[in-house]
């Protein structure tokens, strides 16, 4: 596991030598826990059932990520910005989401205990996704399409719902 995160560390840190071009990337099925992200910018990379739990990806920026079935519990992706990012099926148990993810597809996703205060989720795909005791503190969930039910979801009066969905 260290020597994967060594591995990627390394890529990253010669790749900002070389000046930060990016080509898509495939890492399917790596084991990427702890691995350190922050404030890099992501394009065309696709983790499909990488394991990133516990992952640093503070202040990323995301364009065009597969996380299609990834391990990202307790991954931190607070003042990220995420485009066209996909997290189908995947794990996200305890993961800090206060970031931009406008339009992120979350279908089968798991929530459960997710941070998402002051997430920007306009136009996000939340449809089957796991949303127990989830933290929307705060979110834009403007035209967010949402399960049919929200048991247990926490929220606040900042908290913007798409037309019609008012929790308990």
Not at 52 to 79: E, I, K, M, P
Not at 115 to 135: E, G, I, P, S
Request: with cysteine; proline share 3%.
């Amino acid at each position: 596991m260290e020597r994967a995160a060594e591995r990627w560390n390394t890529w990253r840190r010669r790749s900002n030598e070389l000046g930060g071009e990016r080509f898509p990337v495939a890492l399917q099925g790596l084991d990427l826990a702890g691995v350190d992200l922050r404030a890099d910018s992501l394009m065309v990379f696709d983790f499909t059932a990488a394991n990133l739990a516990g992952a640093d990806l503070r202040g990323v920026d995301v364009f065009d990520v597969v996380f299609r079935n990834a391990d990202l519990s307790g991954a931190d992706f607070t003042g990220g910005q995420c485009y066209r990012t996909i997290f189908t099926g995947a794990r996200l148990t305890g993961a800090r989401l206060g970031a931009m993810l406008s339009g992120a597809r979350f279908e089968r996703a798991d929530l459960t205990d997710a941070d998402l205060r002051d997430a920007d989720l306009t136009d996000a795909d939340l449809r089957d996704a796991d949303l127990q005791y989830a933290d929307f503190s705060g979110a834009d969930l403007r035209r967010a399409r949402l399960p049919k039910s929200l048991p247990d979801v926490k929220h606040d009066a900042r908290t913007q719902w798409p037309e019609g969905v008012r929790p308990k």
